[in-house]
Each structure stands twice: as structure tokens, then as C-alpha cells.
């Protein structure tokens, strides 16, 4: 039985601006034995100093503890990196460090994707993903493929900086019900809404299911360009994905009524998780 530690906070990460003996005395993964958070918060600071073997030496002993590799990612790999980009727009930190976290990322989900990808028991469907022309971003792209592929779907992973063309030609070869496009860069999110427009211009809209994702995406850009759904998480993009090849299976690509079955399910999460809040604040 996996150690359950609680991953889905949005916690406050004020102590990685300062040291590792500042880690120990955050509330972040207090719900875990001591060992293992000392063990997080040595993984989530390699990442930060880009120690890639370090880091990888650490997953092990993570895993050998219970620790689930989807907690791994979500929880210090997470802190880790996003501290990673505190640090670069502050520009404390410059391009060679934020690379060398990046192999850091690259090394351990390396280790832990045959471990997610393995709990893959049935074939759901399929999806094309990528991240859009111009843009090399590739680790958060990683995460969503390799979820998706744990929960069934046969997942084609084009790489980054792919121009709308390869997105059309991979539809066309490989028909999936969805397509993703993944977008780091403030200056390639438009690359999103080329490809949907390119999508519309060869009448290949309703034949598959558009998703976007990447830090500056939102639910309103999702809208604004006419995406069927919006990612925050690996985990919203794998709760979407599964309804749009089972309950919504028969909603074409560009109907308002997916888009707006994709919006319930997002405030049918947020009422869940208030009713969870509320019931442990009243004990
Ligand atoms: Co870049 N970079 N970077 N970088 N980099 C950002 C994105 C930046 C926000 C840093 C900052 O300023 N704080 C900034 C963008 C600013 C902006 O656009 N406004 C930035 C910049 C400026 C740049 C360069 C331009 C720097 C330069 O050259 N001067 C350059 C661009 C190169 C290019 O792409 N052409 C550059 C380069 C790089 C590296 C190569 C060094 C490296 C990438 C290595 C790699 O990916 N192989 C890198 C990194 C690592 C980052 C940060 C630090 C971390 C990104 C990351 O991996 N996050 C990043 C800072 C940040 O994001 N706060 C930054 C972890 C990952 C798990 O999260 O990708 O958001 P994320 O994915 C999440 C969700 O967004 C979602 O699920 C994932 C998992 O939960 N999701 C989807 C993602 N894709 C999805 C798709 C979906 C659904 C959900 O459906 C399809």
C-alpha cells in the first residue's frame, strides 16, 4: 500500500529562498514519516542545486519507502522545479542552472515513468500531444503523456517545437480521439490557436478533441481560441481526457456542448475539494 502524503496543496514555498535547514521547519508534506520528508526536501533541493545523479540516487530510496512515483512527481519534483523558476525570472538564477535542473527533472522521471506508464491495463484511446512550434519545453508535456498512458490511452509524443503541419499529418496517420498541445512561452501560445486554425481549414475540427496546457495557459485562453479543454495539471488533463473518450465519446471536436461538459467537470472538482475543506474544518 502506497504512504499517502498530501501532494494537491498549493503550498507555500518561501523557505526554498533560503536553505535546506529552512525546509525541514515548513508544514509542506508534514503528513508524511519524518525520514521521508527530510528525503523530499533533499530531492526538491538537488533539483534546485541541478545535481542530477544526486537527484536520481534519491528516487530510489523514495520508492524502496512506499512513496507512489505519481507523489514523487507531484510533490518535491514540483517544488523543486517551480522554486527553479522563482529564481530564473528573478534572475537569480540564469539559463545553464535552470538546464542543468532540467536534466535534473529528465533524470528522475526517467526512472519513474516505466513505474507510471506500467499500471496501464486496458487501451482507452488515443492521443497525439506536443509541444507547439518554437518552443523546447518539454518536462511538464512528459508528465501529462506519461499519465495518460497509466491510465490507458496509447499516448504519440511528437517532441517539442512542432510545427502545426507534423500535428495534422500525426492525425491523419494515427486518428486519435484527442490532440494536445503543450506551451511554455508567453511567445508560442499563439501556436496553439494556428494549429486549431489549420485544424478548421483541412474540416479536421470535429475529428478530434483539442487540449492545451503549459504554465501560461488558461481556462480563458482555452476559450478565446476555441480549445475543447484546458489542463492545469497532468491530473485534470488525464480526468478530462478519460470523459472525452467515455461519457462524451460522442460529442465531436468544436462542439460548444463539450466545451461545456469540460467546464462542469472542473466545478464539480472545485465543489468536491471545498466540501473536503469544510469537512475538516468542522472536525
Ligand atoms: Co524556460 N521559461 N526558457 N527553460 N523555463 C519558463 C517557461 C519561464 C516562465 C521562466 C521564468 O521566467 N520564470 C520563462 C517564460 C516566460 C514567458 O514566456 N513569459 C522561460 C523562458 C523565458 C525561457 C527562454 C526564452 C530563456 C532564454 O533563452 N532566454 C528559453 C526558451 C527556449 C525555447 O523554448 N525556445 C527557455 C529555456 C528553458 C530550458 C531549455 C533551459 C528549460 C526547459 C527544459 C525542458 O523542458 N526540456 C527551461 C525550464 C526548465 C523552465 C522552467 C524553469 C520550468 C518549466 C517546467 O518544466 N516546469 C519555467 C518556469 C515555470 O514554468 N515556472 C521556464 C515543470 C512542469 C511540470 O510544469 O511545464 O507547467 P509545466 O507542466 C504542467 C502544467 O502546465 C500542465 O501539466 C504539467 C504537469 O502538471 N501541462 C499540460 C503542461 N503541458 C500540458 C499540456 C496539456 C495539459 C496540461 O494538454 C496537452
Not at 482507452?124 to 501529462?144: A, F, R, S, Y
Amino acid at each position: 500500500m502506497p504512504l499517502f502524503i498530501e501532494t494537491e496543496k498549493e503550498w507555500d514555498l518561501e523557505d526554498l529562498q533560503y536553505d535546506f535547514e529552512d525546509s525541514l521547519e515548513t508544514d509542506r508534506w508534514l503528513d508524511a514519516p519524518p525520514d521521508i520528508k527530510e528525503l523530499f526536501h533533499e530531492i526538491e533541493w538537488n533539483i534546485i542545486d541541478g545535481e542530477h545523479e544526486e537527484t536520481s540516487d534519491l528516487i530510489h530510496p523514495a520508492l524502496d519507502a512506499d512513496v507512489s512515483p505519481r507523489t514523487l512527481v507531484a510533490g518535491p519534483m514540483a517544488t523543486g522545479i517551480a522554486e527553479v523558476g522563482r529564481r530564473f525570472k528573478m534572475d537569480e538564477y540564469f539559463l545553464p542552472e535552470v538546464m542543468m535542473s532540467a536534466k535534473c527533472m529528465h533524470s528522475a522521471l526517467g526512472i519513474l515513468k516505466p513505474l507510471i506508464v506500467a499500471e496501464k491495463s486496458e487501451d482507452i484511446g488515443t492521443v497525439v500531444v506536443g509541444t507547439v512550434q518554437g518552443d523546447l519545453h518539454d518536462i511538464g508535456k512528459k508528465i501529462v503523456a506519461m499519465m495518460l498512458e497509466a491510465a490507458g490511452f496509447t499516448v504519440i509524443d511528437l517532441g517539442v517545437t512542432v510545427p502545426p503541419e507534423d500535428f495534422i499529418a500525426a492525425i491523419r496517420e494515427h486518428d486519435p480521439q484527442i490532440v494536445g498541445f503543450s506551451a511554455l512561452l508567453t511567445t508560442t501560445m499563439n501556436m496553439q490557436w494556428e494549429t486549431i486554425k489549420q485544424l478548421k481549414a483541412e474540416g479536421m475540427r470535429g475529428d478530434v478533441k483539442v487540449f492545451v496546457g503549459g504554465a501560461p495557459i488558461s481556462q480563458g485562453w482555452c476559450d478565446k481560441i476555441g480549445a475543447d479543454a484546458y489542463g492545469v495539471d497532468a491530473l485534470v488533463a488525464v480526468e478530462k481526457a478519460k470523459a472525452c473518450v467515455q461519457e462524451y465519446r460522442d460529442i465531436k471536436g468544436g462542439d460548444p456542448a463539450l466545451h461545456g461538459a469540460m467546464l462542469a467537470l472542473d466545478a464539480e472538482r472545485v465543489a468536491q475539494q471545498a466540501a473536503k475543506l469544510e469537512a475538516v474544518a468542522s472536525g
